[in-house]
């Protein structure tokens, strides 16, 4: 069984979509959430599921030792950012290496770095007057949004929508695919070992 844990700051709508995606399925479990934010929507949710939480202060979390210990004891083989707004340490990053994703809202590398999410993202997209949106998975290395691209979707922008209503028709698309794009990574790591 490959365990995943999915780390999320807020918004609880991907992790719940992994969560109900994998739930029956035969090879792929979420075994837990991760949550740095105390008042979250997603500890609501994952209590609302009875799925185990960690919750990480930024101390615990940045000298990632005794995460790193919860991973390990939980026998988690994969780790899937979900709204995670704080960059990963090096220590987790290295110990998964290949074994950590990111679902980045928009298009990579054109839309990179700190702070390249939410509302914030979408408002610069619709002020760059681009044609496209989108979003990118990818591996998660040392540095914001740089690692291998797994997945690419382009969306084209309506006329006259807002940055809220572009935000939606984005994530619409994104629970539509990352857990398939998910699963068939893992498949094709399992098939190269």
Known sequence: MIKVAIFASDNSDVAENFY???RKH?????QLFVCNRNNSEVVSKAHELKQQLVLVTQRSFFYADLLIGALLSEGIDYIVLSDFTWKL???????YKGRILNLQPALLPKYA???MYGDKLQKLILQNQDSDTGFTI???DEFYNTGT???QKMIPIPT???SVELRSLVRNSELEVYTQVFENY???KSLAI
């Open 186 to 188: 893992v498949k094709e």
């Open 20 to 22: 109900t995606c994998f």
């Open 160 to 162: 006259d929508v807002s």
């Open 113 to 115: 770095g700190k702070g």
């Open 89 to 95: 340490p090096h220590s987790i990053v290295s110990k």
């Open 26 to 30: 035969p090879q792929i479990k979420v």
């Open 149 to 151: 691209i797994i997945e």
């Open 138 to 140: 990818h591996l998660v």
